[in-house]
């Protein structure tokens, strides 16, 4: 699985403009696959939990360097949501805890690292490379879809979340 997504990823990075800032919608909307994951404090978090909320996933590894790159602008737009009825998870894909807690440790992430250690959620869901991001709506569907890194605290990206608050 890691060398497909390694193959994918390199796919994706040549084929993403740093200016590309679009959430693509997904249409038609369709219900979100469940998971239940636990965090990286042990903390038990499945995705029905969140019903209500506009919740960003974003599906990552610390080996993709265009994770890496955004994950700064997602601490950014994090605390411009968290007050906003707004959810952020960040799905670690088949990495174990000492490799998420040392990066933790280098960068700084305040909203839910979860961890798909066995890539069963991943396969779940349609991502076909890294970084991916789908953004769900209050009714447990998915609203938009990222494939790439994103400027997450872009002013369009933000009311385009902030709008979806309001459905």
């Known amino acids: 699985m890691k060398n497909i ?7 994706v990075s040549l084929n993403t403009h740093a200016n590309d800032q ?9 219900k979100a ?8 404090d042990g903390k038990k978090h499945r995705l029905k939990n969140y019903r209500g909320k506009v919740v960003i996933i974003n599906f990552w590894a610390t080996w993709c360097p265009p994770c890496r790159l955004e994950i700064p602008s997602m601490q950014r737009a ?8 707004v959810a952020m998870l960040a799905i670690n894909i088949g990495e ?3 490799t998420i807690f040392t990066f933790s440790a280098e960068y700084e992430m305040d909203f839910p690292i979860l961890m798909d250690k066995d890539s069963r959620v991943i396969r779940s869901w349609p991502v076909s490379a890294l ?4 953004v769900v709506d209050r009714k ?7 494939i790439g890194d994103r400027q997450w605290d872009n002013k369009e990206l933000i009311k385009l979340i902030l709008d979806l608050t309001k459905e």
């Open 5 to 11: 997504l390694i193959i994918l990823f390199l796919f």
């Open 22 to 30: 679009i959430l693509t919608p997904v249409s038609p909307r369709t």
């Open 33 to 40: 696959p469940a998971f239940s994951l636990f965090d990286i």
């Open 78 to 85: 994090w605390k411009k949501l968290k007050n906003k009825n």
């Open 96 to 98: 174990n805890d000492d």
């Open 131 to 134: 970084p991916t991001t789908y």
């Open 140 to 146: 447990g569907r998915l609203a938009y879809r990222a």
